[in-house]
């Protein structure tokens, strides 16, 4: 139930970016709002709090982000609140901000690497990702795993490229295994 409706507000929301054609600024309000609810835990404590009233919330939305955000973003907030579905709100920003990235033909990346890259390392990493996707831009998001021993491994949608030493000296062991068992 939550994600369908996660879906539906997230879809309307998507709908109404791209009629105004504003689907670049949603998306930038949509990720700083996601950011400021994640960071301010008694924001969001607040928000979500069963006996503080639905009007007392409005107008904390109002005085916080109004001249802050778009009126519509404002106005979707203040909807999501009205209809007492705050406690999916970043569930369906999530969602949000994926539906206009696939429509803008952007793809998000995690890179996981052995030790951390420099910015020319992560620059060949992106251009490598934008060549081998139908992507226009690429977002990576680096972390380091020193369990890696080397290589690095990628992740992008439901798709996973795995060239970490530690993968291939698992695989050796499994074939090694194999060869010994059958002996």
Do not use: W
């Given at each position: 139930?939550?994600?369908?409706?996660?879906?539906t507000?997230a879809?309307?929301?998507?709908?109404?970016?791209?009629?105004?054609?504003?689907?670049?600024?949603?998306?930038?309000?949509?990720?700083?709002?996601?950011?400021?609810?994640?960071?301010n835990?008694?924001?969001?404590r607040?928000?979500?709090?069963?006996?503080?009233?639905?009007?007392?919330?409005?107008?904390?939305?109002?005085?916080?982000?109004?001249d802050?955000?778009?009126?519509?973003?404002?106005g979707?907030?203040?909807?999501?609140i009205?209809?007492?579905?705050?406690?999916?709100?970043e569930?369906?920003l999530?969602?949000?901000?994926?539906?206009?990235?696939?429509?803008?033909?952007?793809?998000?990346?995690?890179?996981?690497?052995?030790?951390?890259?420099?910015?020319?390392?992560?620059?060949?990493?992106?251009?490598?990702?934008?060549?081998?996707t139908?992507?226009?831009?690429?977002?990576?998001?680096?972390?380091?795993?020193?369990?890696?021993i080397?290589?690095?491994?990628?992740?992008m949608?439901?798709?996973?490229?795995?060239?970490?030493?530690?993968?291939?000296?698992?695989?050796l062991?499994?074939?090694?295994?194999?060869?010994q068992?059958q002996?």
């Amino acid at each position: 139930m939550a994600k369908l409706v996660s879906q539906t507000y997230a879809q309307a929301l998507f709908e109404l970016a791209v009629e105004e054609n504003r689907t670049s600024l949603f998306l930038e309000e949509a990720s700083g709002l996601l950011e400021v609810i994640r960071i301010n835990t008694e924001f969001s404590r607040f928000m979500n709090h069963p006996k503080i009233p639905r009007e007392e919330k409005i107008e904390v939305v109002k005085n916080v982000f109004d001249d802050r955000i778009s009126k519509e973003m404002e106005g979707f907030l203040i909807t999501v609140i009205e209809k007492d579905r705050y406690t999916e709100i970043e569930a369906i920003l999530e969602v949000f901000i994926a539906k206009v990235k696939e429509y803008s033909s952007i793809g998000t990346a995690y890179v996981t690497t052995a030790i951390a890259l420099d910015e020319k390392e992560k620059r060949d990493i992106e251009t490598r990702l934008l060549a081998t996707t139908g992507y226009k831009t690429v977002e990576c998001i680096y972390d380091v795993d020193s369990s890696l021993i080397g290589g690095m491994v990628i992740k992008m949608g439901d798709k996973v490229v795995d060239s970490s030493i530690r993968t291939k000296l698992e695989k050796l062991q499994r074939e090694l295994l194999k060869i010994q068992l059958q002996n």
